[in-house]
């Protein structure tokens, strides 16, 4: 659907549902919330989800023959193929997981894990002269575990860089990505310069070698990309991906990890106990088949519940109309911090290929004292290292303030965004 044709999306019914967005902030002011890309606020739905299935149908799942244990059990499993669906997926390549944090380990620990079978096992073998790549603007969730994988195996991390525009710098691709790559950890979309990366691109690559591709999808699956509307894992042709229910409308402590089908196979478990086995005996134990044989002991059977509102909710309103709409609010603050003197924007400065994070730092105010200054004004940003110190170092800063977008913020909203910086400089005197 081109953008003429796209039927703007009604803010001002959407944000009705959110309550948290009808009170106050400091001072009295509306609450102008601009930290999305940390946490967003949840609708009604997704609440009332929650309650009701706590309320109606709590009880522990695949145990049990009881009516609540199956009705509980029916109902989480749906919900996983919902929110697999949203995805692109099917419920048995979504394994469930805490967060994005914990979906990224597993597949990290899992490479470091002998204790692998299968035709695809040796995808999971790491050891001394192999090679993991990674890139300079990852979140440290994407970042650490890697490092931490090559001292336990020997392997040896590489990295993209990016430009100075916020651009990944793919120029060595074929060099940095070779027979001896493992595995191949990059983000979708920078939580930082908003850069979205050329997934297929990469993918193309890692293919060609045989190394494993892992995406964080964190910023883009809730916000979808713009063009092409929600994100696709099986179209986009990643082996995993991971994402996370607290950043697109659902509840904190619960994240899911994406893997094509025979990869998921093969993997073998990093938490053992109950649930996620098949039999056991004094001597030995069977696991079961995925995703179960992730998901050991009891699972987040409410929060799994409230992800898939979200996600219906999300797909009601429409991916392509809530990409584009961020697509919109983008430009209007990239103009405006473009045209205001005094301040840099760490990445792209226009929306080719970019997304609703808009970091920035201002001459001579620490990004603290800028936030202090829009917190007075009742706007909720973000400022410091945002997970990603190397990113920062890279650019030459050791923090910035972040804006981040989605679809219950609106134009005047911006406006206050933009406005609250220039008083943070007629306040400090550096304008």
Same mark, same amino acid.
């Given at each position: 659907?081109?953008?003429?044709?796209?039927?703007?999306?009604?803010? /001002?019914? +959407?944000?009705? &549902?959110?309550?948290?967005?009808?009170?106050?902030?400091?001072?009295?002011?509306?609450?102008?919330?601009?930290?999305?890309?940390?946490?967003?606020?949840?609708?009604?739905?997704?609440?009332?989800?929650?309650?009701?299935?706590?309320?109606?149908?709590?009880?522990?799942?695949?145990?049990? $023959?009881?009516?609540?244990?199956?009705?509980?059990?029916?109902?989480?499993?749906?919900?996983?193929?919902?929110?697999?669906?949203?995805?692109?997926?099917?419920?048995?390549?979504?394994?469930?997981?805490?967060?994005?944090?914990?979906?990224?380990?597993?597949?990290?620990?899992?490479?470091?894990?002998?204790?692998?079978?299968?035709?695809?096992?040796?995808?999971?073998? *790491?050891? #001394?002269?192999?090679?993991?790549? *990674?890139?300079?603007?990852?979140?440290?969730?994407?970042?650490?575990?890697?490092?931490?994988?090559?001292?336990?195996?020997?392997?040896?991390?590489?990295?993209?860089?990016?430009?100075?525009? @916020?651009?990944? &710098?793919?120029?060595?691709? &074929?060099?940095?990505?070779?027979?001896?790559?493992?595995?191949?950890?990059?983000?979708?979309?920078?939580?930082?310069?908003?850069?979205?990366?050329?997934?297929?691109?990469?993918?193309?690559?890692?293919?060609?070698?045989?190394?494993?591709?892992? +995406?964080?999808?964190? !910023?883009?699956?809730?916000?979808?990309?713009?063009?092409?509307?929600?994100? %696709?894992?099986?179209?986009?042709?990643? %082996?995993?991906?991971?994402?996370?229910?607290?950043?697109?409308?659902?509840?904190?402590?619960?994240?899911?990890?994406?893997?094509?089908?025979?990869?998921?196979?093969?993997?073998?478990?990093?938490?053992?106990?109950?649930?996620?086995?098949?039999? *056991?005996?004094?001597?030995?134990?069977?696991?079961?088949?995925?995703?179960?044989?992730?998901?050991?002991?009891?699972?987040?059977?409410?929060?799994?519940?409230?992800?898939?509102? /979200?996600?219906?909710?999300?797909?009601?309103? @429409?991916?392509? !109309?809530?990409?584009?709409?961020?697509?919109?609010?983008?430009?209007?603050?990239?103009?405006?911090?473009?045209?205001?003197?005094?301040?840099?924007?760490?990445? #792209?400065?226009?929306?080719?290929?970019? @997304?609703?994070?808009?970091?920035?730092? $201002?001459?001579?105010?620490?990004?603290?004292? *800028?936030?202090?200054?829009?917190?007075?004004? @009742?706007?909720?940003?973000?400022?410091?290292?945002?997970?990603?110190? #190397?990113?920062?170092?890279?650019?030459?800063? %050791?923090?910035?303030?972040?804006?981040?977008?989605?679809?219950?913020? %609106?134009?005047?909203?911006?406006?206050?965004?933009?406005?609250?910086?220039?008083?943070? !400089?007629?306040?400090?005197?550096?304008?």
């Amino acid at each position: 659907m081109s953008t003429e044709q796209m039927t703007p999306l009604d803010v /001002a019914a +959407l944000r009705a &549902d959110f309550p948290v967005l009808g009170r106050t902030a400091r001072n009295g002011l509306p609450l102008v919330y601009l930290d999305s890309g940390a946490t967003s606020q949840k609708p009604r739905q997704v609440l009332d989800a929650e309650r009701t299935f706590l309320e109606t149908s709590n009880a522990a799942v695949h145990r049990g $023959v009881h009516l609540l244990s199956e009705e509980a059990t029916e109902t989480y499993e749906t919900a996983r193929n919902r929110v697999a669906a949203f995805v692109g997926a099917s419920g048995h390549e979504v394994v469930f997981a805490k967060n994005a944090t914990e979906a990224i380990n597993l597949v990290a620990y899992a490479m470091s894990n002998a204790a692998t079978a299968g035709p695809y096992a040796d995808r999971f073998r *790491v050891g #001394p002269g192999d090679e993991i790549v *990674v890139t300079e603007m990852e979140h440290h969730a994407n970042l650490v575990p890697w490092q931490e994988l090559c001292k336990r195996t020997g392997a040896v991390l590489r990295w993209f860089g990016f430009t100075d525009e @916020g651009r990944l &710098d793919l120029s060595n691709l &074929d060099q940095l990505v070779n027979e001896r790559t493992k595995a191949v950890a990059f983000t979708h979309r920078s939580n930082v310069l908003g850069t979205v990366n050329p997934v297929e691109e990469i993918v193309r690559r890692a293919r060609e070698v045989g190394a494993i591709t892992v +995406l964080d999808a964190c !910023q883009s699956v809730p916000h979808g990309v713009v063009g092409y509307g929600a994100v %696709d894992f099986p179209s986009l042709g990643v %082996d995993f991906a991971a994402f996370t229910g607290h950043k697109m409308l659902g509840p904190t402590g619960v994240g899911a990890l994406y893997g094509r089908s025979e990869l998921l196979e093969a993997m073998p478990p990093i938490m053992t106990g109950g649930s996620m086995v098949k039999t *056991v005996a004094m001597e030995e134990t069977t696991f079961a088949a995925p995703p179960q044989r992730f998901e050991a002991g009891v699972p987040m059977v409410s929060q799994v519940i409230a992800l898939a509102a /979200a996600c219906d909710y999300l797909s009601a309103v @429409g991916m392509e !109309q809530i990409a584009e709409h961020e697509r919109h609010l983008t430009e209007l603050a990239l103009n405006g911090l473009v045209d205001m003197p005094g301040i840099r924007v760490l990445g #792209p400065t226009d929306t080719v290929s970019r @997304g609703g994070a808009v970091s920035f730092v $201002v001459d001579g105010i620490h990004p603290h004292d *800028v936030s202090q200054v829009l917190d007075n004004m @009742g706007v909720a940003v973000r400022v410091g290292h945002h997970c990603t110190m #190397p990113l920062h170092r890279r650019l030459g800063v %050791d923090a910035s303030v972040r804006a981040t977008f989605y679809l219950y913020n %609106d134009d005047q909203e911006i406006d206050t965004l933009l406005s609250g910086v220039r008083e943070a !400089q007629r306040f400090f005197g550096t304008r």
